[in-house]
């Protein structure tokens, strides 16, 4: 019987060894110039004009005609741009060097094909203002495009720089003059072109030679599908994803990139501060309808030991709804810090009285018991919650915290059936305008959470009026109204400024942060193999 | 024998639209909106007119006693619907799926037979000795071990330890063995326990003593045993092809694989209904066939169970 084990032993080790040695063979064949990326999900379709698609990808291979970066809007596409008519006019003066990956060239008409294909699918793009705004498109000459507004609406550039959906494709690309119903190809201006894609294995990326401004360092780019978190450590560990990259631990978890940041094997990296990460108070909701209560929320809650503790201090603590830095809102609001004392006074004033004995306030023979609902499939907001629901049943607050499958949580959000729910905004570039459009909406938390508000009818008015205000300083003066008046009323209680994430493979370098967090510069960045 | 075979194939039907029935009926009473769902795995703000416009264009107006019925009309014509995320027929995706999950079960399928035969006859052979208690505790553990831990243990130690093999895709023909190994191994435990069980038993026939008593060697008593062991061996494994097939999902969602467990589980959160049901109507028919095929084989094979019935 030893013999027999011996020689399964023997066996294996020999089946094992062979194996090795091919992989290692493989190992060295890999290209050098090829970055390899580990993404959670499958790049699925790239439609510029949609949003089944993964953004990072769509961002690689079309391009808009202005781009959002720190300094302001550059240009891209459009080598200027004239505004007149009080703001309601655009003119576009395009590059005259840039060619579709399929060889069509790109001017005013196929830039007005474009913008009418999106157009033509209004219901699909509500949430973006600037689709509604949008009057009539006009070519003036091959490389002029004139855009009409119906009022002077202000983020016209911003939107028009977003990953999508006022992104370029070929004509030869669409189907029956249109993109709402499908594309037949991906030929975009962009530096990079869709070689080979294996649905829900990976996506080869190669670099568009013909490209019009500076092309990419890197030869090619492999989107890697691997959904499990772990396994894509363990494949970095291995050298056979060289990058990983994203925001709100879609990609990577705080605890996993910290512990990797003090191993030292690995390049790290965190954006600046990029989108708000709060708790929304639904001012229409029987307990938390009453201010006194959501203000004692705000006291009640020690955000600097989330900030530390849970979010490894990877992340600034937020007193405000957007970080100073985002558009129009620096502005000074009383910061509420964690103070139980003054939390305890506020509810007792508000009639909540811990009688006693007794750990859970009353008021009337009711008792405090509040709800909160978070996404469960996030590790995150679960430890989070549970830290919060420590903090209140310190003040006499039962807080019940429910984790629910990301479908019953954003259908929850529509029907307004909760207390207290866990939010983030959508960043920079969305914020403020975009993130604060979409309160109007009733299908968002946001909107349900409002409702009780007095001036809700006016807040809805205030936002639409912000986005159409032509003059700066007005605008400056509305934002500050609106965001002071959903301060005082205590709608969110602000947690933590997120931060984009990234973690890399030292050989790979030039590894930086586009201002929307759903974007990832691959041409900026390149290999060094000399390392 | 035949008429028995064309009753079994008859039952067929009722049971599959019964099947079918259960299937669009408690995924079609799920309170979220179909078409706000769709709207929003696309990333689109559900608006209500947006919602209204979706609406029709899934067919949600109509009664669901009648969708129920178009359903199944489109299933004889092969057409299980668009996937509400892609847009895609689901069968297409389906079938693109399919070959990697097939590849993945066919793999694991042999090594829970070779190994899982072989281990349960050593077993069967060194009944009591040490190398039987050594080889228990190895089923045991093969079977309690979660899949996704052991999955990671593997990856840790073949690709980065040692350094054989790689940590997942399906780009190479060597990233196969770390996932059929996953998938195999708390099957192999049930089988050699089968194995060795069967053959512990029919060491005890009158047969078998008899085949002692005339004096043949150990070997050929062994390839007797076998042949009566492998009845039960063969049946679990006929129903383990199904279970195979439908419990993919860990291992391909670990080692990136992409197979029909991973369509299914993205399917479950993106509530893609049409998807889920075509899912749910392809196992449940594959467990019913699998299910009437070793029923037959067990007839053939043994004529005691052809008179009872």
Not at chain 1, 265 to 284: E, F, G, H, M
Request: aromatic share 12%; glycine share 4%.
């Amino acid at each position: 019987m030893k013999s027999l084990f011996l020689k399964t032993t023997i066996i294996l080790f020999i089946i094992f060894f062979l194996v090795g040695c091919q992989e290692k063979r493989k190992n060295e064949n890999i290209n050098n110039n090829q970055l390899v990326y580990a993404s959670t999900k499958d790049i699925r379709n790239i439609n510029p004009h949609l949003y089944a698609g993964e953004m990072s990808a769509q961002n690689m291979v079309f391009e808009s005609l202005v781009i959002n970066t720190k300094d302001g809007i550059k240009p891209n596409l459009a080598e200027r741009w004239e505004i007149s008519n009080k703001g309601k006019k655009y003119t576009f003066y395009l590059r005259k060097d840039v060619f579709f990956s399929d060889g069509t060239i790109f001017d005013a008409n196929i830039a007005k094909k474009n913008i009418d294909a999106v157009l033509s699918n209004r219901a699909r793009h509500a949430w973006l203002e600037l689709v509604n705004e949008i009057d009539a498109t006009k070519v003036i000459a091959p490389y002029i495009l004139e855009i009409t507004l119906k009022n002077p609406y202000y983020p016209t550039l911003i939107e028009f720089a977003m990953t999508r959906p006022f992104r370029f494709i070929s004509s030869k690309c669409f189907i029956n003059n249109e993109t709402k119903n499908g594309i037949s190809c991906y030929s975009g201006t962009g530096p990079w072109i869709l070689k080979e894609h294996k649905k829900n294995a990976y996506a080869l990326f190669v670099r568009n030679s013909n490209y019009w401004a500076n092309k990419p360092k890197l030869e090619k780019v492999k989107f890697r599908v691997i959904p499990d978190h772990q396994a894509i450590l363990l494949a970095l560990e291995k050298n056979e994803v060289d990058l990983i990259f994203g925001a709100d631990g879609d990609m990577i978890d705080l605890n996993a990139f910290s512990m990797l940041e003090k191993e030292n094997k690995y390049a790290t990296l965190l954006s600046d501060p990029v989108a708000s990460r709060a708790i929304l108070l639904n001012t229409k909701q029987p307990i938390t309808k009453d201010l006194k209560v959501r203000e004692a929320l705000q006291y009640a809650i020690n955000k600097q030991a989330i900030v530390k503790g849970i979010l490894n201090g990877s992340e600034s603590i937020a007193h405000s709804l957007f970080a100073p830095t985002t558009a129009y809102s620096n502005i000074q609001l009383d910061a509420k810090k964690y103070n139980p004392l003054k939390a305890k006074e506020i509810l007792d004033e508000a009639g909540w009285k811990l009688n006693n004995n007794e750990l859970i306030r009353t008021k009337n023979n009711k008792k405090l018991v509040l709800r909160l609902y978070f996404n469960a499939n996030n590790a995150q907001e679960k430890t989070i919650s549970e830290y919060i629901q420590s903090n209140l049943k310190d003040i006499g607050i039962d807080l019940k915290i429910i984790g629910e499958e990301k479908q019953s949580f954003l259908d929850r959000q529509k029907s307004g059936d909760f207390d207290l729910q866990y939010s983030l905004s959508w960043g920079v570039p969305y914020d403020p305008q975009s993130y604060i459009s979409s309160w109007r909406m009733a299908a968002h938390g946001d909107y349900q959470a409002q409702l009780g508000l007095s001036k809700k009818a006016w807040l809805d008015k205030q936002i639409k009026a912000v986005l159409i205000e032509p003059n700066k300083t007005t605008r400056e003066k509305m934002y500050t109204q609106l965001l002071e008046y959903i301060h005082k009323q205590s709608v969110y209680i602000p947690l933590s400024y997120s931060r984009t994430k990234a973690v890399f493979n030292t050989r790979v370098k030039g590894v930086t942060f586009n201002l929307s967090q759903y974007e990832i510069p691959f041409e900026k960045m390149h290999i060094d193999n000399k390392r | 024998m035949k008429r028995l075979i064309f009753k079994r194939l008859l039952l067929l039907i009722p049971l599959v639209l019964g099947v079918s029935l259960i299937c669009f009926t408690l995924i079609n009473l799920n309170p979220s909106n179909p078409a706000e769902v769709t709207l929003r795995v696309n990333n689109i703000t559900p608006t209500n007119e947006a919602i209204l416009e979706m609406q029709k264009e899934l067919g949600l107006d109509k009664p669901l006693y009648q969708r129920y019925i178009y359903w199944l009309k489109d299933i004889l014509k092969a057409d299980f619907g668009n996937s509400y995320e892609t847009k895609e027929p689901v069968l297409n995706e389906i079938l693109q799926a399919f070959p990697t999950t097939l590849y993945l079960t066919f793999c694991s399928l042999f090594l829970i037979i070779t190994v899982g035969f072989s281990i349960g006859v050593i077993c069967a052979i060194y009944e009591g000795h040490w190398i039987d208690r050594t080889l228990r505790i190895f089923t045991f553990v093969c079977t309690s071990v979660p899949s996704f831990w052991f999955a990671l243990l593997l990856i840790w130690l073949f690709s980065i330890k040692f350094d054989l093999l790689p940590t997942g895709g399906l780009e190479d023909i060597n990233s196969i063995i770390l996932p059929s190994i996953t998938l195999a191994i708390s099957y192999i435990g049930t089988f050699i326990r089968i194995m060795r069980n069967s053959l512990v038993q029919i060491k005890q026939s009158l047969f078998i003593s008899y085949a002692k008593a005339r004096g043949l060697k150990k070997h050929v008593i062994l390839k007797h045993q076998i042949r009566n062991a492998l009845q039960p061996f063969i049946i679990a494994l006929n129903m383990s092809i199904p279970r195979l097939l439908a419990g993919t999902v860990i291992v391909e969602n670990i080692f990136g694989l992409p197979g029909v467990g991973r369509l299914c589980i993205q399917a479950i959160f993106n509530r893609d209904y049409p998807m889920i049901q075509a899912y749910i109507l392809f196992m449940a028919v594959l467990f019913i066939l699998f299910n009437l095929f070793a029923d037959i084989w067990v007839q053939i094979r043994d004529p005691r169970l052809r008179r009872c019935q």
